[in-house]
């Protein structure tokens, strides 16, 4: 699955949302670099530290027969909550 995102190597982590039928094991990469992730069934967002260059962050399913659908996506840095 191809996301497309504009990253330009300024951000260190990246993320998505999602709703999946059940648990699998995912592999995302932007750019070089590569990230093993482990997603859960249900709705939920998974964030992991990115900071490669590209128009496209891929997700590679270990169990391609997973129904699995993107909700949204994030390129940022952290910073801390500040709501009172």
């Given amino acids: 699955m191809t ?12 993320g998505f949302t999602y709703v999946a039928e059940r648990a699998t094991a995912a592999t995302a990469r932007l750019g070089t670099a590569r990230a093993e992730l482990s997603l859960r069934a249900g709705q939920a967002g998974v964030y992991f530290p990115a900071t490669g260059t590209g128009s496209a962050m891929t997700l590679t ?3 391609p027969s997973v129904d699995l659908c993107v909700t949204g996506v994030v390129l940022g840095i952290p ?3 500040t709501t009172p």
């Fill in 79 to 81: 910073a801390p909550n």
């Fill in 3 to 14: 996301l497309p995102v504009r990253s330009d190597g300024a951000y260190a982590v990246a």
């Fill in 61 to 63: 399913l270990a169990d």
